[in-house]
């Protein structure tokens, strides 16, 4: 059943002449009447009579007129609302290291809105700052994207590498090996040491460079 026709049985029903059903319509008066003679045939039924220069419902017209405009409204609400939803404000829920929060984050968000044609916003957390709580935050549909260490053995989450950061110690001013421009990481070994928590996704790459 063609959804044009409907709308050109409702004008009609309304107006009850089909020269101002088809001027309102913007179609020709023998389009409307073969639209209409045609969702007759499809029915099997009379929906018009003739009275003077105007139509008038027959009963069975005015049953399928109530039919007809509950299906519209309900036709026309759906598609208002999608649209709505279409044109609304795109959020993207955002987590990262707090490590890239402080710069690279606000600045790669920064670009992508100058660039970007949509009317998107962000919102940010970094959780613990701890990447597989970030990665299970992720998982549960918390967040839309996360910035973290990959984490090993997470076969269902799809990592790629955006950044890369050198590995530094920090040492007191007067540490033996201060004065060092590089060193090798066993020399660090004869020393105490503050490095990365267990839980923190750096700390299997430390293990295994050690």
Same mark, same amino acid.
């Given at each position: 059943m063609n959804l044009f026709h409907l709308r050109y049985f409702v004008t009609l029903a309304k107006s009850q002449n089909y020269t101002r059903a088809a001027r309102q319509l913007n179609i020709t008066q023998p389009s409307l009447s073969n639209a209409i003679h045609g969702l007759e045939a499809e029915l099997g039924l009379a929906l018009f009579v003739r009275q003077g220069r105007n139509v008038v419902l027959t009963s069975e017209g005015r049953e399928f007129s109530r039919i007809v405009?509950?299906?519209?409204t309900i036709l026309d609400s759906g598609i208002e609302q999608l649209q709505h939803q279409d044109n609304e404000q795109t959020v993207i829920q955002l987590a990262a290291l707090r490590t890239l929060s402080t710069r690279w984050v606000p600045g790669m968000v920064r670009e992508f809105l100058q660039n970007s044609q949509q009317d998107v916003r962000f919102e940010f957390t970094n959780e613990n700052g701890l990447s597989p709580q970030i990665i299970q935050g992720l998982r549960a549909k918390h967040y839309d994207i996360c910035f973290c260490s990959k984490v090993d053995e997470q076969e269902d989450i799809a990592y790629f590498p955006i950044a890369s950061q050198a590995l %530094? %110690?920090? @040492?007191? @001013?007067d540490h033996p090996l201060a004065t060092r421009n590089q060193i090798e990481l066993s020399e660090t070994l004869a020393f105490d040491q503050v490095t990365f928590s267990k839980r923190s996704g750096l700390a299997p790459i430390i293990r295994q460079l050690f």
């Open positions: 405009d509950h299906s519209l %530094v %110690v920090i @040492t007191p @001013t």
